[in-house]
Antibody, heavy 115, light 107 residues
Framework: QVQLQESGPGLVKPSETLSLTCTVS????????WNWIRQPPGKGLEWIGY???????SYKPALKNRVTISVDTSKNQFSLKLSSVTAADTAVYYC?????????WGQGTLVTVSS | DFQMTQSPSFVSASVGDRVTITCRAS??????LAWYQQKPGKAPNLLIY???TLQSGVPSRFSGSGSGTDFTLTISSLQPEDFATYYC?????????FGPGTKVDIK
């Protein structure tokens, strides 16, 4: 059974870069789209972007200038970097696998932007 | 960008009730529509993809229908574990877009 686990700092200062890693276990990272989604406290879901195992990416246009998603197939991991963060970036960040839909999700990690 | 709307935003229902949630896309998405269930403090869980295909392990009381721009999620007989928030999501093209959610609460 495929499992995903997010890891990274839970607190980031304003204007700094948020960095998270998603480790995939129980299956290969090859052949799927690997996504980041976030959910501000008490609000809905927002798709951030994906990376394919080849390294091709797509990002939400409103975040495109601040987002980088990368993959390390040797470690079965993919990562998110979001630069110049503000309080509006405070959210639970999820990683998820996309096949026909987002069929496997990590448990999520809360990232708070605060000084 | 795609816009996804859901109605109602809140449903108050009893165990055994039939519940129907509607999702509308701002553009045609064929059947590239998924439904998720999210309980407090948990990650979303895929219920239905391709508008009507039940994800493995999901109870058959959940069903989905629709194509084009209008879609429906139906819970035929609400169970205690079904009280949650439900989201639709278009998977026709990137950027993926989620609906705002429908909270199903206990009457």
């Amino acid at each position: 059974q495929v499992q995903l686990q997010e890891s990274g700092p839970g607190l980031v200062k304003p204007s700094e870069t948020l960095s998270l890693t998603c480790t995939v276990s129980g299956g290969s990272i090859s052949g799927y789209y690997w996504n980041w989604i976030r959910q501000p406290p008490g609000k809905g879901l927002e798709w951030i972007g994906y990376i394919y195992d080849s390294g091709s990416t797509s990002y939400k246009p409103a975040l495109k200038n601040r987002v980088t998603i990368s993959v390390d197939t040797s470690k079965n991991q993919f990562s998110l970097k979001l630069s110049s963060v503000t309080a509006a970036d405070t959210a639970v960040y999820y990683c998820a696998r996309a096949d026909a839909a987002l069929d496997h999700w990590g448990q999520g990690t809360l990232v708070t932007v605060s000084s | 960008d795609f816009q996804m709307t859901q109605s109602p935003s809140f449903v108050s229902a009893s165990v055994g009730d039939r519940v129907t949630i509607t999702c509308r896309a701002s553009q045609h998405i064929n059947t590239w529509l998924a439904w998720y269930q999210q309980k407090p403090g948990k990650a979303p869980n895929l219920l239905i993809y391709g508008a009507s295909t039940l994800q493995s392990g999901v109870p058959s009381r959940f069903s989905g229908s629709g194509s084009g721009t209008d879609f429906t999620l139906t819970i035929s007989s609400l169970q205690p574990e079904d009280f949650a928030t439900y989201y639709c999501q278009q998977a026709n093209m990137f950027p993926f877009t989620f609906g705002p959610g429908t909270k199903v609460d206990i009457k």
